[in-house]
């Protein structure tokens, strides 16, 4: 059996074994996560950057090697966590792929925000549904309202399918590809996403430091991006509607990738998103997304969540069937 053939099976059981583990175990509280320490590197890099007081230019150029190296550096650790761990024993290593992969996905995380505002919600319980809230989303919480929490889970739930869940898996197929594999691919972007997340606002004191963190996270994730909304769109059944929503209401989201995600689920579930937020004390109007045919509820959200697993599971049985396929032909067409 060829290693060509080697590879590229056991690339798709990785990417697999990822996927069942962030299905079945997800990311336990309490238990260290790659996240972390990628985030205390931006934050040690951020605040030295910070406490020179550049120039605009010199914070820019700056910011340029912080997020160059966070992302470049995330994906080497991985590759030589995953090489050592080779060293011990093949399966050791398949085992530390699997469980690094892993951590790049969001999908039971995601699940379990969700569920974490819906359980008091469901009871009437609001100010608890606040204050679980306040635990996932930027903005102020203590003054929403029942339909108000369910549009900003909702909101949370299809933004983060894509930077959270799909992008993810997206470059982890990616890396199946490639030489290096799906892990470094994987983490690089899981650094890109929480450099976005921590430094790329337009807003002092982050306006120039992460202006290259916050493009490059909109350049990467913007083909998976599109690609979520096709796969949300065939989906839903109604292709043409979700994607003739999506090209009247998602442009005017300034977000380059958001609007996209955030609309092409609430085409499909037939409700609206968008409106007055509230941020720091500061009210913003976000752009309203979709059709309100549907009032948004509970089971909206869990749809919402469904949606993302048979997407997962679409992307997931495509490209390893295409990877095992791709393996086995050129495995034969060597032993001619």
């Known amino acids: ?3 060509l053939w080697c590879s590229g099976v056991g690339q798709a059981v990785v990417v697999v074994l990822a996927a069942v583990l962030d ?6 509280w309490g238990w260290p996560h790659p996240v ?9 890099g951020s605040s030295g950057i910070q406490r020179l007081k550049l120039p605009p230019g010199g914070e820019r150029s700056l910011g340029v090697l912080l997020g160059l190296g966070v992302v470049f550096g995330s994906g080497a650790v991985g590759w030589g966590l995953v090489h050592l761990a080779a060293m011990v024993h093949p399966a050791v290593g398949l085992g530390c792929e699997g469980v690094l992969l892993a951590s790049c996905f969001a999908g039971r995380s995601l ?21 679980r809230l306040a635990l996932y989303v930027g903005r102020d919480t203590e003054n929403l309202d029942e339909p108000e929490i369910l549009r900003a889970v909702l909101e949370t739930v299809s933004e983060n399918a894509t930077d959270g869940v799909l992008a993810p898996l997206f470059y982890a197929l990616v890396g199946a590809l490639l030489p290096v594999g799906s892990v470094p691919v994987a983490l690089a972007y899981k650094a890109a996403s929480t450099l976005d997340s921590m ?14 963190s916050a493009r490059l996270e909109d350049a990467l994730t913007w083909l998976p991006c599109r690609l979520t909304v096709a796969t949300i769109a065939l989906l839903s059944g109604r292709p043409g509607r979700v994607v003739r ?13 958001a609007g996209w995600s955030e609309c ?29 045919i549907e009032e948004i509820t509970g089971d909206r959200i869990l749809a919402a969540l469904a949606l993302t697993r ?10 390893v069937s295409a990877m095992v396929a791709v393996a086995l032909w050129t495995s034969q067409f060597i032993s001619f």
């Not at 430094?199 to 290259?212: D, M």
């Not at 929503?245 to 990738?257: E, F, G, K, M």
């Open 36 to 44: 972390q320490a990628i985030g205390q590197a931006i934050g040690w």
């Open 199 to 212: 430094v790329g606002y337009r807003e002092a004191p982050y306006t120039h430091l992460g202006w290259f």
């Open 264 to 292: 092409a689920y609430a085409a499909a579930l037939g409700v609206q998103l968008g409106g007055q937020n509230v941020y720091r004390g500061q009210v913003k109007e976000k752009p309203l997304l979709g059709d309100a």
């Open 23 to 28: 299905r079945i175990v997800g990311d336990p």
């Open 111 to 131: 699940r379990r925000a969700a569920e974490d505002v819906l359980a008091p919600l469901e009871s009437g319980d609001i100010p608890t549904a606040r204050q």
């Open 245 to 257: 929503l999506c090209r009247r209401d998602a442009p005017a989201d300034p977000s380059p990738n």
């Open 1 to 3: 059996m060829s290693a």
């Open 310 to 319: 048979r997407a997962v599971l679409l992307w997931l049985g495509l490209s």
